[in-house]
C-alpha cells in the first residue's frame, strides 16, 4: 500500500470473525474491499477520503479526509464523501463494532458513521454538504453529527445481523462550512476498525 491511497473498488465482502483494519501496509489485500469517495467520474471535488499517514490512532496510517490528498485538512466548499465497506457476516447473532475516529471539523463540517444493508444507495452528492434523510435515521446511525473533538476517540455499538444479508458499513464525511473560518483545521479520521462476534473473542492489533 502507497502512503495515500485515494481510490479503491471493493473486493469480496464475506469476511472472518473476528475483523480488524488498521489501514496498514500490511493490510493493503483487505483495503482493496474498501471503497473510497464514491462519486460521479467525472465529478472534481475538493474533498477526499485517503489512506495516509499525517493522523492515525495507533500505527503509521489511518484513514482521513483530506483536501490536498496528504493533510488531514477540510476546506470551505459543499462536500459529501463516503468511505465504505461491504460485509457479509457468517452467522446471525450480535456484533459489536468498534472504531477509534477523530472528528475535529466544525459544526457544519462533521463525521457520521453507520451500518445499512448493501443495498441502501449512499446518495448525495459534493453540492448539498448535507446528509440526506434517507442517511440520516437512527436505524442507520451508529455516530452523529461528530464534530470539535481534540483528540481521539473510542466508540462501540453492539448490533443484531443477519447472516446471508450484505450489509455496508459506512463513513460519512460532511462539509457544508462556507463560513471560511475553519479552512486548514484537522478533518475527521478514522483508525482500527474492529468487528467481533459477542461469541467469540476481539482481534490483537499487532501493527507497529
Sequence with gaps: MSSVLAHVCAGTSLVNMPYSMSFEEAEATEAANWVLNNREADGTYPENWIIGEELHSEGKHSLYISRDWVTARFDSARTIMYAYRDIEFP???????????YAAGCENATLYVGLCLASHELVGTNKSGVLPASLNIDEFLLLKNAHGATAWQHASHRKHLVAGREYRLYFAWTNNNEKHDHVQTVSAAIDNVQITSCVCAAPVNLTA
Design 91 to 101: 452467522a446471525d447473532g450480535f456484533y459489536d463494532i468498534s472504531y477509534d475516529y
